[in-house]
């Protein structure tokens, strides 16, 4: 998460930033001039925090927004699930993440515990209210991520949302979540879920030189699409956040290509919903990610696009 954080951004990318004036004749990203140089953002890093911890760096960070900032909260913790038999709240009913399993006080009896206890350190998607009257670019990743998927906002917000579950072959493999690795370096993460322990330098560079031709056509795209919400046309200014969605959206088509992944549950979501047929459905997309599985002789594994079945 945080070497993610941490890059330099790169020439290739640098040239593309989203500006709502671009040069005539132009679209915002083929517009090549740059008016400012985004340095490293300032971060925090909290490891297992309690409610209140967290909740007291939320706001200091909330209050250290510049005007024109954006505040990036990025989440990976288990799952706790709510009561989603009784939805009439769903920022609280459908649960959230456990940012840390710490008691407080005594706990109630067996008997009473399940109807009673709940965890004192859920982050609910309620609880994340206070913080989008400024816009948040939110990313979880966790066994209940779909809880978030129906935050309401204030402001501008963006839900970037991992898959729920992970085939048991690849999830032996893992050192880490599959999510947080295609967002941090994509080909890599591609190679675990395709089962590559080892690829020779030579092999990577070129698969790499896809993967950067994979960046490039989407962020095309994403300048290009009618339908795309405007939540989204906030935050493609920021070197580090349009990295992250265009990773987001390569992760989106190598897991409903694969095989080994079936269902919904399976697939990362956003909120706002992304495009489908302009982007994350992309004829031109699909055909990337299958010549790379090609080049890493991998293509058995990845469904021909006609042959997904999304809602399966």
């Given at each position: 998460?945080?070497?993610?954080?941490?890059?330099?951004?790169?020439?290739?990318?640098?040239n593309?930033?989203?500006?709502?004036?671009?040069?005539?004749?132009?679209?915002?990203?083929?517009?090549?001039?740059?008016?400012?140089?985004r340095?490293?953002?300032?971060?925090?890093?909290?490891?297992?925090?309690?409610?209140?911890?967290l909740?007291?760096?939320?706001?200091?960070?909330?209050?250290?927004?510049?005007?024109?900032?954006?505040?990036?909260?990025?989440?990976?913790?288990?799952?706790?699930?709510?009561?989603?038999?009784?939805?009439?709240?769903?920022?609280?009913?459908?649960?959230?993440?456990?940012?840390?399993?710490r008691?407080?006080?005594?706990?109630p009896?067996?008997?009473?515990?399940?109807?009673?206890?709940?965890?004192?350190?859920?982050?609910?998607?309620?609880?994340?209210?206070?913080?989008?009257?400024?816009?948040l670019?939110?990313?979880?990743?966790?066994?209940?991520?779909?809880?978030?998927?129906?935050?309401?906002?204030?402001?501008?917000?963006?839900?970037?949302?991992?898959?729920e579950q992970?085939?048991?072959?690849?999830?032996?493999?893992?050192?880490?979540?599959?999510?947080?690795?295609?967002?941090?370096?994509?080909?890599?993460?591609?190679?675990?879920?395709?089962?590559?322990?080892?690829?020779?330098?030579?092999?990577?560079?070129?698969?790499?030189?896809?993967?950067?031709?994979?960046?490039?056509?989407?962020?095309?795209?994403?300048?290009?699409?009618?339908?795309?919400?405007?939540?989204?046309v906030?935050?493609l200014?920021?070197?580090?956040?349009?990295?992250?969605?265009l990773?987001?959206v390569?992760?989106?088509i190598?897991?409903?290509?694969?095989?080994?992944?079936?269902?919904?549950?399976?697939?990362?979501?956003?909120?706002?919903?992304?495009p489908?047929?302009?982007?994350?459905?992309?004829?031109?997309?699909?055909?990337?990610v299958?010549?790379l599985?090609?080049?890493?002789?991998?293509?058995?594994?990845?469904?021909?696009?006609?042959?997904?079945?999304?809602?399966?």
């Amino acid at each position: 998460m945080l070497q993610t954080l941490e890059r330099e951004p790169q020439d290739d990318l640098s040239n593309q930033i989203y500006d709502n004036s671009p040069a005539p004749g132009k679209t915002p990203f083929e517009n090549g001039e740059r008016t400012n140089k985004r340095d490293n953002p300032h971060k925090y890093l909290l490891y297992k925090p309690t409610y209140g911890q967290l909740n007291t760096f939320l706001a200091s960070a909330f209050k250290e927004l510049p005007p024109n900032g954006a505040m990036l909260l990025y989440i990976s913790a288990d799952g706790c699930l709510g009561n989603q038999k009784h939805t009439d709240d769903a920022a609280y009913d459908l649960g959230g993440v456990i940012t840390n399993s710490r008691r407080e006080g005594e706990e109630p009896s067996k008997a009473k515990k399940t109807e009673l206890y709940k965890e004192i350190h859920c982050l609910h998607p309620g609880d994340l209210y206070p913080y989008t009257r400024k816009p948040l670019f939110l990313i979880i990743d966790s066994s209940n991520s779909s809880a978030f998927q129906l935050l309401t906002c204030l402001a501008t917000v963006v839900c970037l949302l991992s898959p729920e579950q992970i085939p048991a072959t690849v999830d032996q493999q893992l050192k880490g979540n599959l999510f947080t690795l295609f967002l941090h370096c994509p080909l890599m993460a591609m190679c675990c879920v395709c089962n590559i322990a080892d690829v020779p330098i030579t092999l990577w560079d070129k698969c790499q030189t896809q993967m950067d031709k994979f960046v490039a056509d989407a962020s095309k795209l994403f300048s290009r699409a009618r339908k795309l919400d405007h939540a989204y046309v906030q935050f493609l200014g920021d070197d580090f956040l349009r990295l992250l969605l265009l990773r987001f959206v390569f992760c989106y088509i190598v897991l409903i290509l694969h095989k080994g992944f079936k269902g919904p549950s399976y697939y990362p979501a956003s909120h706002p919903a992304l495009p489908t047929d302009e982007i994350l459905e992309h004829p031109a997309l699909y055909k990337l990610v299958l010549d790379l599985a090609t080049s890493l002789e991998v293509r058995s594994l990845f469904a021909e696009p006609g042959d997904v079945d999304i809602s399966a």
